[in-house]
């Protein structure tokens, strides 16, 4: 492997393969160097925009003729060396990575979240992360696409500078929330498709059981609060029958609106912690029978019961 400094030839080439899109590591391998060389060299002399050979070799060279001495790391502002903080953000990046997240991308969200209220700019993400402009920009349009991520005018005028809200967490916890319970929904009709006592009944029992309790956990009830109380009248209204009741039944029995009826169904329906442990199931064209909750007893209790 050549040892050395980077000749202008090898800039040269860096510069013609970062414009072919090649990567860092596949830059390194034809040149034979390691890929931090190749993720330092352009840090340092193509964070401003394009990598420029001609440029960046002239930059080089001023450096070298500087001869400084060594620097400590740099400073951050709460007094941390520079690198005690990057490897901070590693370290969190990759269990961010290990829950689905691309890893460049963790680690642009990770320097975000432990930036300043002001936020950073696409070159400061750039020099602290020693990675190319193309990946900040792909790590920040895929935040932006799960709105994590805020742009917002730099100063200046001439740049964007990139930031977490304070509600990030809120919103990232409310997606979460929903997709849950669409997957405890799903698996809730999946049981009475195959069945309670089927096997396929049995795991979605399972996975709606584990995605229903997550989702009732994380979020709190999103009905309005007379929506909630007719949703238990309701409820009240078929144990007392014991028998399936249409809407109709139900409007005429408890001297309410057609719309009052319908809407406290649906959120028996939509909302199963509102019934739970029973719930609601559709027997016909606007006809509704009260069981208990598919994922409240295994097959082997209901078998039992059953006895």
């Known amino acids: 492997m050549p040892v050395g400094r980077l ?11 970062l414009a072919d899109g ?3 590591a596949e830059i390194g391998r034809r040149l034979g160097r390691p890929t931090s060389t190749i993720s330092r060299e352009v840090a340092r002399n193509g964070a401003t925009g394009d990598y420029l050979a001609d440029d960046a070799h002239q930059a080089a060279g001023h450096r070298a003729r500087r001869r ?3 620097r400590a790391a740099e400073p951050t502002d709460d007094g941390q060396p520079t690198d005690v903080v990057r490897g901070f953000v590693d370290q969190f ?4 990575a290990a829950t689905g997240m691309p890893r460049m991308t963790a680690r642009v969200f990770v320097c975000l979240l432990t930036a300043d209220a002001g936020g950073l700019t696409a070159a400061d993400l750039v020099r602290r992360l020693q990675v190319s402009p193309a990946s900040v920009s792909k790590s920040i349009g895929y935040l932006e696409a799960m709105e994590l991520v805020a742009r917002r005018p730099d100063s200046g005028g001439r740049r964007e500078r990139y930031l977490i809200d304070d509600d990030v967490w809120l919103r990232a916890w ?3 929330t929903g997709a849950h319970g669409e997957i405890a929904t799903a698996a809730q009709r999946g049981i009475e498709i195959f069945g309670a006592g089927t096997i396929a009944g049995a795991r979605l029992a399972t996975m709606g059981q584990f995605f229903g309790r997550l989702s009732e956990q994380m979020s709190g009830s999103t009905l309005a609060e007379a929506v909630g109380y007719d949703a ?3 409820l009240a209204a078929f144990v007392h029958a014991g028998r399936p009741l249409t809407l109709g039944t139900l409007a005429t029995a408890l001297d309410w609106p057609r719309d009052r009826i319908t809407a406290a169904v649906a959120a028996l329906r939509s909302e199963p912690a509102v019934a739970d442990p029973l719930a609601l199931r559709a027997i016909g064209p606007e006809t509704y ?15 039992a019961l059953e006895k």
Request: hydrophobic share 50%.
């Open 232 to 234: 238990l009248t309701v």
């Open 93 to 96: 990046a990759a269990l961010l």
């Open 68 to 70: 400084k001495p060594a």
């Open 289 to 303: 029978l009260l069981i208990a909750r598919p994922d409240r007893l295994s097959p082997a209790q209901r078998r």
């Open 22 to 24: 090649l990567g860092y």
């Open 174 to 176: 409310q997606a979460d």
């Open 7 to 17: 000749t202008h030839e090898d800039r040269r080439l860096i510069a013609v393969w």
